[in-house]
């Protein structure tokens, strides 16, 4: 009998054994003296710090954080205990049938051992979104710290990472976290879930570098999920993501632009249904701006227009799809406007507009300019200040940033300089009847002319080949009288201060 229970003993302690699992023993070293020990210690990894769970029509998805060990094991609840699902993960995401959930727990192990357990705390229901991603500032004094917001649904990891090497880590839906800048930093808030991953960015400077940038970061309401919902179902469109506008109306309504790669513009819903599309000449390089009218319900889009002949437009268009008008060449004049690549800026009711070689324009939104006679327009409402000295090969293709404290417009070149130019003054009445008067002689002027040219036809080779010359020399003496901008102070960016 006793020779009985021994074997049936020895085989419980087999069975046991071969499913245990073994380990290596950790060691700490202890110095004593110029000796050093090496001392037997307990050591677990630690403990995922969150297990998400999903539910699809005929699965469970489970997924956590996988930085605290090598391997996992996943365990169900089945009639009041857990129940082994697998002991050897080597992922951070499973996949299991409906029947198996809804209480799940994971633990992180590696060779010296397996943590304790962490037992589902983010259900996600509901597609995945960002919804905020701000900054307490623009610009903060070098060495100082600045605060980030994000406020993220449905997703199972968030991370904030920048190209100075920041990189902070979150599980929680809504937060913040202060970061310490010292040059010109672009962060990136990246948000996983279980099907998409989205992405949203903003960029930090110091006061050192951009001194005169004192504007307050107002919360981004652009949700990254829009672009995936637009391409869903709009699978022929072509978003330049950079330029994608979404705003809130004091109304409450969204306005989502969405410029093309194709040379057009659309309005879609929050769900990403098209709403309008509008054919233009060019492509919106830059997010166009909203300025509200009607009691704030309603508005005009202005934008640039940049086209592939280097030609370019200052335009506008209502929220709503109508009333397209486009400014196509320079005041008092039927030459073209260069490319318009940078996108405009408006200060109390005046759009000020850089073409890439850095003549600025100037638009008063509040004056009823003729915008499909460019030619002719109403004087006071569009004029040409002057060109911003630019290095041979530099561009403006960033829109600028207004600076009304220091009265400045902040230019980010191609070339990586920052520089800031004095907003100019508005125009007099005065000056306004100057310009008039001056534009009235200069056609009288050409109308005369006209009738000199067409009374010489019998000399017509001779005086065509002086008037080409005359054209020539009026041209060159055209864009030599443009004055270039004064610069109140420049900076040039290190590389890696560029973004």
């Known amino acids: 009998m006793a020779k009985k229970w021994i074997g049936i003993f020895f085989a419980l302690l087999l069975s046991v054994s071969a499913h245990a699992e073994t380990f290596e023993q950790a060691y700490a070293p202890i110095g004593v003296g110029d000796i050093t020990i090496m001392i037997p210690i307990d050591r677990q990894p630690a403990i995922p710090i969150a297990l998400s769970m999903t539910q699809t029509e005929s699965n469970y998805l489970l997924a956590w954080d996988p930085s605290s060990g090598h391997r996992f094991k996943l365990e169900h609840w089945v009639d009041g205990e857990w129940v082994l699902l697998s002991d050897n993960i080597s992922t951070n995401q499973y996949q299991t049938s409906l029947d198996n959930g809804p209480q799940f727990r994971v633990s992180a192990c590696d060779q010296y051992g397996c943590s304790d357990w962490q037992t589902v705390n983010n259900t996600v229901d509901g597609d995945l979104m960002i919804s905020g991603f701000s900054s307490s500032n623009h610009a903060v004094e070098s060495g100082q710290r600045v605060s980030l917001s994000w406020n993220v649904s449905s997703a199972i990891e968030l991370t904030i990472t920048s190209n100075q090497g920041h990189r902070f880590k979150s599980y929680t839906a809504k937060g913040q976290h202060n970061f310490y800048i010292s040059q010109i930093t672009e962060f990136t808030l990246t948000a996983i879930g279980f099907q998409h991953t989205y992405q949203q960015t903003l960029t930090v400077s110091p006061a050192t570098i951009v001194p005169d940038f004192q504007t307050q970061a ?19 469109m072509l978003p330049i993501e950079r330029a994608l506008l979404s705003l809130s109306l004091p109304s409450g309504d969204n306005v989502n632009i969405i410029p093309q790669h194709d040379n057009k513009l659309s309005r879609v819903s929050d769900s990403g249904e098209l709403i309008w599309t509008q054919a233009l000449n060019g492509m919106v390089a830059n997010q166009p701006i909203l300025q ?23 335009c506008r268009i209502h929220i709503d799809g109508t009333d397209l008008q486009c400014l196509t060449t320079e005041p008092d004049s039927q030459n073209p406007l260069n490319s318009m690549v940078a996108g405009p800026v408006m200060v109390d009711n005046r759009l000020f507009s850089f073409d890439m070689q850095g003549h600025l324009y100037e638009v008063s939104t509040d004056l009823d300019v003729n915008w499909n006679n460019s030619g002719q327009p109403d004087i006071s409402g569009y004029r040409y200040h002057a060109k911003v000295p630019l290095t041979e090969g530099d561009a403006i293709l960033t829109p600028p940033v207004a600076d009304k404290v220091q009265n400045s417009l902040i230019l980010r070149t191609q070339l990586d ?30 109308s005369v002319t006209d009738k000199a040219s067409a009374s010489n036809t019998n000399n017509s080779n001779t ?29 040039a960016l290190a590389q890696d201060e560029a973004r």
Request: no cysteine; charged share 10%; hydrophobic share 35%.
């Open 463 to 491: 005086n065509n080949s002086n008037t080409n010359n005359s054209n020539t020399n009026n041209s060159n003496k055209t864009n030599n009288s443009k004055n270039t901008l004064a610069i109140k102070w420049t900076k």
């Open 417 to 446: 300089n920052v520089l800031a130019i004095a907003i100019p003054a508005p125009q007099s009445s005065i000056s306004n009847l100057l310009q008039q008067a001056t534009a009235f002689f200069s056609l009288m002027s050409n």
């Open 218 to 236: 107002q919360p981004d309401t652009y949700t990254q999920p829009l672009l995936a919902l637009v391409l869903d179902q709009n699978e022929t």
């Open 292 to 314: 509200l009218t009607d009691a704030h319900q309603t508005g005009q889009l202005y934008f640039g227009v940049a086209s592939l002949d280097g030609t370019g437009e200052i």
